[in-house]
T-cell receptor, first 114, second 111 residues
Framework: LAKTTQPISMDSYEGQEVNITCSHN???????ITWYQQFPSQGPRFIIQGYKTKVTNEVASLFIPADRKSSTLSLPRVSLSDTAVYYC???????????????FGKGTKLSVIP | EAGVTQSPTHLIKTRGQQATLRCSPI?????VYWYQQALGLGLQFLLW???????NRGNFPPRFSGRQFPNYSSELNVNALELEDSALYLC??????????FGPGTRLTVL
């Protein structure tokens, strides 16, 4: 499993765009990149997933450069409710459900300031 | 659609006792994952069950075990509890992937 490295914490003001970068130098060809959000005492919630280039959904964008050794989660115009821990995961989904036995790591604690 | 449910919400045990945690996946989901999240740490993969079989386990001692029932619900058993077993235990279910749907967790406290 590819190891990921993220900043431990980040602060942002309300209304700003937040970019959280994750390094995954040992990403394999079949690996996808997935981001989860977790609020205190709750289970993580899926945000977005991508393989290469850019993926966008209603809550976030994911930018993946050509070498795929890093990825950036972009949260547009954050609000106080976006204060949470964000996890970057890398894994092969082509091998079936078992590939999701991932170690989430410590994630990035985002604090949104009013 | 009902989400993943876990019971109990909180569980308090003493050292050496056994704890049993339960998880019901989303209807139609056949795979269940168990994770441990100790205070201040990330989620550590514990066990994966699919179609009633244990498919893989993380780096945890054998006193962590479980099973999956014919209705795909699952049970996690922790024997000979130790203080460091105190954590939030999360269950997640998956259908075709990649999104894992997590339950609210069971907070286990070992005194």
């Amino acid at each position: 499993l590819a190891k990921t490295t993220q900043p431990i914490s980040m602060d942002s003001y309300e209304g700003q765009e937040v970019n959280i970068t994750c390094s995954h130098n040992n990403i394999a060809t079949n690996d996808y990149i997935t981001w989860y959000q977790q609020f205190p005492s709750q289970g993580p919630r899926f945000i977005i997933q991508g393989y290469k280039t850019k993926v966008t959904n209603e809550v976030a964008s994911l930018f993946i450069p050509a070498d795929r050794k890093s990825s950036t989660l972009s949260l547009p115009r954050v609000s106080l409710s976006d204060t949470a821990v964000y996890y970057c995961l890398v894994g092969d989904i082509g091998s079936g459900a078992g590939s999701y036995q991932l170690t989430f790591g410590k994630g990035t604690k985002l604090s949104v300031i009013p | 659609e009902a989400g993943v449910t876990q019971s109990p919400t909180h569980l308090i045990k003493t050292r050496g006792q056994q704890a049993t945690l339960r998880c019901s996946p989303i209807s139609g989901h056949t795979s269940v994952y168990w994770y441990q999240q100790a205070l201040g740490l990330g989620l550590q993969f514990l066990l994966w069950y699919d179609e009633g079989e244990e498919r893989n386990r993380g780096n945890f001692p054998p006193r962590f075990s479980g099973r999956q029932f014919p209705n795909y619900s699952s049970e996690l058993n922790v024997n000979a509890l130790e203080l460091e077993d105190s954590a939030l235990y999360l269950c997640a279910s998956i259908h075709f992937g990649p999104e894992q749907f997590f339950g609210p967790g069971t907070r286990l406290t070992v005194l």
